[in-house]
Each structure stands twice: as structure tokens, then as C-alpha cells.
């Protein structure tokens, strides 16, 4: 599945299933908290954190709900996610040809 094919999904899921788009600030706010979610899962995971009795990895579920979020404020937006990405890799590209190769950190 293509960006551009999961952002025409989502908005064919919002229109059929979900009725409408919540609002641009509650789906910031909801991206807030599905991101935390994730956060959560990956200081229990690879941090020193310990899952709680009941928790459960579910790493996998955590990231496709952040996904759903910002494709739902990229539809509401009007962007183009496959375009946005396309252009951020190639500004990257531009601007870090040498800049981690030459970190004496890595």
C-alpha cells in the first residue's frame, strides 16, 4: 500500500464508518496520546522500565494508531503525505550528506 493509497483509506473509512473528521485540535490531542501510548510500550520494552501485570506488548498496534492520527490531520490539512515525505528525504539527504559520517558520536 502506497502514502497516498493509506491517506485515500483513512478518508474513505472517516466518510463510510466514522462519520467525519474529529477537529484538527482534538486529532493533534489524539496524536498526543496515541504517541505517549507508543512511548509507553517502548520504555517497558527497551527501556528499564517492566510491563505492569495485564500490559501487553502490543508495539505494532501502538504505531499503526499514531500512523491513523497524522494521516487524518494530513487529510483534513490537505497534504499530500507521499509528496511531503519525498521532499523531507531529499532535504535530508541534502543537508546530511556528511553531517553523521563526520559525528565522531556514531
Given at each position: ?6 491517506q485515500?483509506?483513512v478518508d474513505s473509512w472517516?466518510?463510510?464508518?466514522g462519520?467525519r ?8 490531542a489524539i496524536?498526543?496520546?496515541?504517541v505517549?501510548?507508543?512511548?509507553r510500550?517502548m ?15 502490543n508495539m505494532e498496534d ?6 491513523w492520527v497524522?494521516?487524518?490531520?494530513a487529510?483534513?490539512t490537505?497534504v ?5 515525505f519525498?521532499d523531507?528525504?531529499?532535504k ?10 563526520e559525528n565522531?558520536?556514531?
Amino acid at each position: 500500500m502506497t502514502i497516498k493509497e493509506a491517506q485515500q483509506e483513512v478518508d474513505s473509512w472517516i466518510k463510510t464508518i466514522g462519520v467525519r473528521y474529529f477537529s484538527e485540535l482534538t486529532n493533534t490531542a489524539i496524536l498526543m496520546e496515541e504517541v505517549g501510548e507508543l512511548a509507553r510500550i517502548m520504555s517497558r520494552k527497551f527501556g528499564d522500565q517492566s510491563f505492569k501485570e495485564g500490559e501487553i506488548d502490543n508495539m505494532e498496534d501502538e504505531m499503526a494508531d499514531v500512523l491513523w492520527v497524522l494521516i487524518c490531520l494530513a487529510n483534513q490539512t490537505g497534504v499530500d503525505l507521499e509528496k511531503a515525505f519525498s521532499d523531507n528525504m531529499k532535504k535530508k539527504t541534502i543537508r546530511d550528506q556528511n553531517r553523521h559520517k563526520e559525528n565522531s558520536k556514531l
